[in-house]
């Protein structure tokens, strides 16, 4: 189990090597679904907004937690924030 962990195994390769890509990485649809996230949009508001599904929206919201190389919402907000805009 240690060497599984150690390795990364499972784990987005921008998070397992530490890597962050930033917002500017981000696609223009990724950039509106973290910026309605900032805003505190849900899931089902942001679907419904955009139209998409909701699955969509966890899609784009999981492939930008793999460009920012953070594991949740709140820290996708934060480092937004914190180091480029969103829009």
Avoid: Y
């Amino acid at each position: 189990m240690a060497a599984i962990l150690r390795c990364g195994a499972g784990v987005p390769a921008a998070r397992a090597a530490g890597r962050r890509f930033g917002v500017r990485a981000l696609s223009p649809r990724e950039r509106q679904v973290l910026a309605m996230m900032a805003d505190g949009s849900s899931n089902a508001d942001i679907a419904e907004r955009l139209p998409i599904s909701e699955k969509t929206v966890r899609n784009h919201a999981s492939n930008l937690f793999d460009k920012l190389g953070v594991w949740s919402r709140a820290q996708a907000i934060v480092f937004a924030r914190e180091r480029g805009d969103t829009s």
